[in-house]
């Protein structure tokens, strides 16, 4: 047996192959981050909190201190930095933020698709009319057809169905003394099933198993996209293959939706329908939900809760929308809802009074925005020429370097928005517009050249379930057990990286909770 005894065992084997894959992985990713291009001397000066190989940790951590202590080292207030191995230039203040909304140099599918998204969608190319064009110019065009005028007057009845049963259920648990909730919980099921109706499809719309199994699809995408997949979007970690693995499910579960309507013969009147008729592929079919999930889902469901938080914290703005609601229906209700429930009554009411006649709840849709739209905007120089960037004396975007825009950096400005941190509608009426006072002054719907495509149908959506919820309730905000919150709402934690309820990106981290009351039983 001494024969053997020199050779390594089963064991040492396996760790020594561990431990080579674990060196070589370090290895690559060192040598991956090594490899990046220089900053050329007339980019803005180069942050101090963006260290080699490294780059910016603290972009990560707390998104706002990182620009702001950045911008507060640099004369321009424009500063430079890495993301992993890709350069990119911070710009603040007017000049920079018209640089990033308004230059045709600018790219926003190669921003979003290496630093936010990464994976096969923002980046793939498809066939469209005989031209490879990018995938958000493919989601773009199918986006803008769901939602015109002629698709939408028919939906705005099923949508006003499908919040009517969530009203349905809060009653019920009403009836039963839990009538408690978490306002971004309870919003993201609604909005998330009105999204899914205009976006997807009935079959999985309709049925509440299905609608939680895609959702939890979604959900674990969405948890995903981590640091280390847009900095290794090569490495083979567990996030990218669970990532992978949900949208496989996802194709799955439309996939056999397409197939049993192709067996059965039978159609629906819903974008998927629509999408199988413009001869798509149910691979495309996927990639437009999903893109179309992310797109909407992400923002308007924590604008919602949010809104629904304010509201309940603020009774003079849900009087405020209710006599909108009074004064909508009694003018352009169907005259045979009269007599009917509220609910009917709304759901009777034509998509232009929906999109025109509730003034207030634009305010405070506005408003919501400008206080949870944290984060940052990407762009990317696609072209071989620098930008240069007006006002800070020859400072430059390099070509193929990428550009990032904090958007606190506008709406948080107290010369602006005076008490920034206050839920104000007002502060956008006549005779103040603080919105107004620089350019660009309020982008939470995107703009210059690149407005929110879908903030038609956003608007909608988050309109009819603020009418509704408030027609049927009379919420107050409390804590988890339905008494008193002395300390009010969370404040803002400027250091998010994007969206977000109270509990998962908030100081201090404590979940927000809203008490109603069944407005015919008040």
Known sequence: MALFDNFPSTSSSSTLTIVALIASTVIGIFLFLLNRPALPLNAPPYSHLSYPIVGALKFWSARWDFFS?????????????????????????????????????????????????????????FEDEGVMKPFWSYFSKRLLTLLRTERLVPLVKVLSNDIDGSLERLRTQARSGKNVI?????????????????????????????????????????????RSSVLFPWLP????????????????????????????GRREDDAL?????????TERIVMFVSGSMFAGVFNATINAGAMLAFLAHQPEWQNKVRKEMNDAIEKYAAPDTKGRPVEERLASLPLEIWESKFPAVDLCVKESIRLNLMGCGYRRNISDKPIEIPGSKGEVIPAGHFATYHLADIHMDPYSFPEPQN???????????????????????????????????????????TVFLLSTFDWELC????????????????????????????LPKRSVYVKYTPRNEA
Not at 210 to 217: D, H, T
């Open 479 to 506: 804590n988890d057990r339905g008494g008193p919150e002395p300390r009010g709402l969370p404040g803002i934690d400027l250091r998010a990286r994007a969206p977000g309820p109270p509990e998962k990106i908030g």
């Open 69 to 125: 202590e950045s911008a507060a080292r640099s004369r321009s207030g424009h500063f430079s930095y890495y993301i992993g191995k890709y350069p990119v230039v911070g710009l603040m203040g007017e000049e920079g933020r018209k640089t990033f909304l308004e230059s045709k140099q600018l790219n926003l599918d190669e921003g979003y698709g290496y630093l936010f998204v990464p994976g096969p969608a923002p980046l793939a190319r």
């Open 182 to 226: 978490n306002p971004y919980d309870t919003l993201y099921d609604i909005i998330f099933q009105l999204t899914l109706r205009a976006m997807g499809c009935t079959e999985i719309a309709a049925d509440p198993q299905k609608r939680r199994q895609l959702l939890g699809y979604y959900a674990t995408m969405d948890r995903c996209i981590t």
């Open 423 to 465: 839920f104000d509608p007002a502060r956008f009426l006549p005779g103040r517009e603080e919105d107004k006072k620089s350019a660009y002054g309020w982008i939470g719907w995107g703009a210059g050249r690149h407005p929110c495509l879908g903030m038609r149908f956003a608007k909608l959506e988050l309109t009819l379930a």
């Open 273 to 281: 329908q629509y999408m199988l008729d413009c001869g798509e592929t």
């Open 237 to 264: 970690t567990l996030s990218l293959a669970k990532w992978y693995w949900s949208a496989f499910r996802m194709f799955s579960m439309f996939n056999r939706v397409i197939e049993d309507r192709k067996k059965q």
